[in-house]
Every structure is written in C-alpha cells, then in structure tokens.
C-alpha cells in the first residue's frame, strides 16, 4: 500500500533562510513524487515532481526537492524564502501498486516570517 | 487556458438531503479525480476517472457516487447528507491517465451540511 508522512505539522522559517519542508513514503515499485501548495481559499497548485533520473528536481517559484531513495524520502527545498511562500504544502505519491490514485501526505503549514 | 472549474463554489445543505458537484476539466485533459479535505482528515482520495470510466476508488462508502461524461465533464454525487460530509471538495484534472501526470486542481466546492 502507498503511503506519505509529512512529519512537521508546521515549519517556521525567517525569511531569507533557507527552507525545507519533510515528507517520505512508502511505495510498492518506483514512486513517482509530487509536491503541491495551497494558499488560503484556493486548489492545489502542482510545483515539481520525481519521475526517474536527476535526484535534484527544479519547480517553479524556485522551489527544488532532493529524493534519497535509500531513506525514501523527498524534501522540499528552497535556498531563501519569502514572506509570501507562507502556504499549506502537500507530498504525494503515486505508484502503479495501487492504481493510479494519488496518496497525499497530512500537508505542512509554512509560516514565513519577515 | 481556462482552469479547472468547479461549481458552485460554495454550499448549504440539511442533513439528508443530496448533492451534486460539478467540475470541468481543462480542456483536453481527459482524467478527473476528486477529493475531500477536512481540517481533520486532510486530503482524502474519492475517485478517478478516465474516459467515462471509473479507474480508481477511494475508501468511502457508497452514498458518494459520480460520473465522467463524454466530453470530460465529471460530477459528484452524495446522497443523504451527514454532518461529516461538511468538506471542501476539490476536483483535479490531468492531460493522461499515467502515474507520472501532476494534476490541477479547481479551487472546490466548499459544502456546509446543517
């Protein structure tokens, strides 16, 4: 069975620090990895997924995630963060072992301090 | 490119009654999946479809049903409303049915059940 943990309910970061946000899971086959992030009344928006090669996966607003598949896990990462990356932030996983469904983690709150 | 859109946005219903949701696609995407999120249960996986097909089913019980129609319009349907059905629905869409697409999401139908 599939399965994600975001260990970090919340994360409290200043801005201009770096940032990273936790998530590993659990997969029968190779895991492909998706990070989302919610803003208040809003969907999800899709940053970066792993599918195969490079471990160091580049997203959009400058946001990048390291898989290590020997500690299953798949970081969120961004050098300096900003104010308004202050957001709900989702891991997902899906894998061919249960279909095509998408298993999302709990989601970590960002809170970005200036 | 219009978005995902989902309709109506917001809901009031009385415990026992039924519902429908709506949601279209992006244009050319031809795989919808829904979800229900709760503060306390997160993102809860509801169904998949492609191609008027169901591909994939979460686990909730019966009284939560839907369809995908030819042109990828996909609705939701719950039937006797309890308390606990009171989420914010989210429906997302992908171009392909694959494990590697990263979904859209429309920004849900915030249902209230009194």
């Known amino acids: 069975a599939q399965s994600v943990a975001q260990p970090e309910d919340q994360v409290n970061v200043a801005e201009g620090n770096p940032l990273t946000v936790k998530c590993t899971y659990s997969?029968?086959?190779?895991?492909?990895l998706f990070w989302y992030v919610q803003y208040p009344n809003r969907g999800l928006q899709f940053l970066l997924k792993y599918i195969t090669g490079d471990n160091l996966v580049k997203g959009s607003y400058g946001f990048e995630a390291e898989f290590n598949k020997s500690q299953t896990s798949f970081h969120l990462k961004k050098p300096s963060a900003l104010v308004s990356d202050s957001a709900l932030y989702f891991c997902a996983v899906r894998g061919l072992g249960g279909g095509f469904k998408t298993i999302f983690g709990a989601g970590t709150r960002l809170f970005v301090k200036a | 490119k219009a978005g995902v859109t989902q309709t109506p946005r917001y809901l009031i219903k009385t415990r026992g009654q039924q519902v429908t949701l709506s949601c279209s696609p992006i244009s050319g995407h031809r795989s919808v999946s829904w979800y229900q999120q709760t503060p306390g249960q997160g993102l809860q996986f509801l169904f998949e479809?492609?191609?008027?097909?169901?591909?994939n089913k979460g686990n909730f019980p019966g009284r939560f049903s839907g369809r995908q129609f030819s042109n990828s319009r996909s609705e939701m349907n719950v039937s006797t409303l309890e308390l606990g059905d009171s989420a914010l629905y989210l429906c997302a869409s992908s171009l392909v049915e694959g494990a590697a697409t990263e979904a859209f999401f429309g920004q849900g139908t915030r249902l209230t059940v009194v």
């Open positions: 479809y492609f191609s008027e097909t169901q591909r």
């Open positions: 997969v029968s086959g190779n895991p492909y």
